[in-house]
């Protein structure tokens, strides 16, 4: 979500640079702003993309998405074995309440480290 932001806040903050510099120039000559003033702001919104660009690089929200996205799966799958009772968590019926739990928790703790 994070990256669909910070993409979001960069294409807009590009918008504003070229529009700035195209009705900059497409004014009439009395009414546009002085040389300084201009140069100010689009340097602002150059240093604001940046930013923004820095931001991006600095939190990777894509990477550490998709790592979650891994350890959430895991979970899901030991889930799903327990439930069915299925791979590490095969055991007997008479074996069931004395093992099965116990090999559920080992199968969790060792996806999760």
Avoid: D
Avoid at 85 to 101: F, I, K, N, P
């Amino acid at each position: 979500m994070m990256s669909h932001v910070l993409f979001a806040l960069q294409a807009a903050v590009a918008i504003v640079t070229t529009s700035v510099t195209v009705i900059n120039f497409e004014k009439a000559e009395g009414t546009r702003p002085s040389a300084v003033e201009f140069s100010r702001i689009v340097f602002t919104l150059a240093l604001f993309s940046s930013l923004v660009a820095g931001i991006n690089a600095f939190t990777n929200p894509g990477v550490r998405w998709r790592v979650f996205e891994e350890h959430m799966c895991k979970i899901e799958t030991n889930i799903w074995r327990f439930r069915t009772r299925t791979g590490l968590l095969l055991v007997s019926s008479a074996m069931y309440c004395v093992c099965c739990h116990a090999r559920s928790r080992q199968s969790l703790t060792r996806s999760l480290t």
